[in-house]
């Protein structure tokens, strides 16, 4: 008996919360928003319904200009979700906007390789809308 060929599972999706639908929402129409406080004017992510910064509750959603800096990345070459498993190794990135918050994501169009990623530290990055499905678009980042 030969061993049928097993079919790669599909990646999980994020399952957004109704408060954090906007954001979702913009990364659909390319066009990326994020929460921020009328209060304090910082910008807040994740979405919430409180103000990190000063405990304000007037939040408002402002389109962001997409760019910011490589503050940090991993590399894995493992994971445990088989539909993972084609993509290893990728660069995981954790991105500071422009506007000063901080997001987990990956770093594309780049290779997967320490030392070159390291002169990537703090130089500019550039979104990039990637549709993972009819109702998700994830935010990922490259090279500016």
């Known amino acids: 008996m030969g061993d049928a060929p097993r079919s790669t599972p599909p990646k999980p999706l994020p399952q957004p919360e109704p408060l954090a639908l906007p954001y979702w929402d913009s990364l659909k129409e390319r066009a990326m928003r994020l929460q921020r406080c009328r209060g304090c ?25 997409g760019r910011g800096r490589l503050h ?48 990537l530290i703090d130089k500019a990055v550039e979104v990039v809308y990637d549709p993972v499905s009819n109702d998700v678009t994830l935010p990922r980042f490259r090279p500016a």
């Open 72 to 119: 940090s990345f991993c590399i894995p070459h493992r994971n445990p979700n088989p539909a993972f498993q084609p993509d290893l190794p990728y660069v995981v990135a954790l991105v500071e906007l422009d506007e000063g918050v901080r997001l987990l994501t990956n770093l594309v169009d780049v290779e997967p390789d320490p030392a070159k990623l390291m002169s």
């Open 41 to 65: 004017e910082r910008f807040v992510f994740y979405p919430r319904a409180v103000c990190p910064h000063c405990g304000g509750r007037d939040l408002a959603w402002q389109r962001v200009s």
